[in-house]
C-alpha cells in the first residue's frame, strides 16, 4: 500500500473525511505541502483537526464500522432539538 504522499505524487487528489460533522471533502494539494496540509487543515464546518481522516481521493470512503450508532444518534439528536421547540411554544 503506498503512502498518501506517494499517492498524491501520482496525480491523485487528498479526500478529507470529518468524523465529527460525516462529511468528505476532496482536496486538491501539491506533494510538496501533504506533509504541511495534513498538520495544519482544520474541518471548514466544526473547525476540528483531531477528527480528520486523511485518505487518497479515488477510495470511496464512508464510515460503515457501525452505521446503527450514527443512525441513533442523529435521532436522538432530532428527538432532542423537537423537544426544545416544544418546550418553547
Ligand atoms: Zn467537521
Known amino acids: ?8 505524487e501520482a496525480g491523485c487528489d487528498l479526500r478529507v473525511w470529518c468524523f465529527r460533522c ?3 471533502k476532496k482536496i486538491a494539494v501539491l506533494p510538496q505541502t501533504v506533509e504541511k496540509v495534513i498538520t495544519k487543515l482544520i474541518c471548514g464546518q466544526c473547525k476540528s483537526r483531531d ?7 479515488k477510495t470511496d470512503f464512508r464510515p460503515s464500522k457501525n452505521p446503527m450508532e450514527d443512525l441513533v ?17
Open 73 to 89: 444518534a442523529g435521532m436522538f439528536h432530532s428527538f432532542r432539538s423537537a423537544s426544545k421547540r416544544r418546550r418553547r411554544d
Open 22 to 24: 460525516n462529511r468528505g
Open 1 to 8: 500500500m503506498p503512502s498518501l504522499k506517494e499517492q498524491v
Open 51 to 57: 477528527e480528520l481522516l486523511f485518505l487518497p481521493a
